[in-house]
Antibody, heavy 117, light 113 residues
Framework: QVQLQESGPGLVKPSETLSLSCTVS????????WSWIRQPPGKGLEWIGY???????YYNPSLKSRVTISVDTSKNQFSLKMSSVTAADTAVYYC???????????WGRGTLVTVSS | DIVMTQSPDSLAVSLGERATITCKSS????????????LAWYQQKPGQPPKLLIY???TRESGVPDRFSGSGSGTDFTLTISSLQAEDVAVYYC?????????FGQGTKVEIK
């Protein structure tokens, strides 16, 4: 079955750029939307943005100025970059399959990114 | 943004008893043209990612036990666990997909009494 796996540095310095990738295995990245969602420790869920396999994107307006999501169909991967991070960006970051821009039916296990010097 | 408010923040229920969680949206998530409520429920067990339980307010995802049910319309929704099992200990979230950005409730923690 389709599985998602996040990867990337677990520690990022303040003001630098957070970079994560999500590898889709067991299925094709094509014909689906894919989203990033984050969860600060002990807190709730925040949708960051989505990308379609064709490259179309949409970001949460609250994060739009700092976020870029891209896709590499040849690697069956999509990626997240978030610039100018602060401690408030410390969170578990999840990649998800986004069913028709409705609900999120598949989730990666998540990766904790800590912003600290 | 549509604000989703869940209640209670936590509840403790005896094994085999009913657990009820409510979710209220700051505006209707009922799309009149298709009469569908754009609302989903998720379960998050400790140390795990959220898992989709219910979508369209009342449709169970494949493989979800039938003790989980969703109801409601417009702005008021309920997730019911008809007979709580030990494996149901988790935090439950509602999520609206009527508008962008999609937003989640703050979560309700369900524990065993």
């Amino acid at each position: 079955q389709v599985q998602l796996q996040e990867s990337g540095p677990g520690l990022v310095k303040p003001s630098e750029t957070l970079s994560l990738s999500c590898t889709v295995s067991g299925g094709s990245i094509r014909s689906y939307y894919w989203s990033w969602i984050r969860q600060p420790p002990g807190k709730g869920l925040e949708w960051i943005g989505y990308i379609y396999y064709s490259g179309n994107t949409y970001y949460n307006p609250s994060l739009k100025s700092r976020v870029t999501i891209s896709v590499d169909t040849s690697k069956n991967q999509f990626s997240l970059k978030m610039s100018s991070v602060t401690a408030a960006d410390t969170a578990v970051y999840y990649c998800t399959r986004d069913e028709s821009l409705w609900y999120f039916d598949l989730w990666g296990r998540g990766t904790l990114v800590t912003v600290s010097s | 943004d549509i604000v989703m408010t869940q209640s209670p923040d936590s509840l403790a229920v005896s094994l085999g008893e009913r657990a009820t969680i409510t979710c209220k949206s700051s505006q209707s998530v009922l799309y009149n043209s298709n009469n569908k409520n754009y609302l989903a429920w998720y379960q998050q067990k400790p140390g795990q990612p959220p898992k989709l339980l219910i979508y369209w307010a009342s449709t169970r995802e494949s493989g979800v036990p039938d003790r989980f049910s969703g109801s409601g319309s417009g702005t008021d929704f309920t997730l019911t666990i008809s007979s709580l099992q030990a494996e149901d200990v988790a935090v439950y979230y509602c999520q609206q997909y009527y508008n962008t950005p999609r937003t989640f409730g703050q979560g309700t923690k369900v524990e065993i009494k």
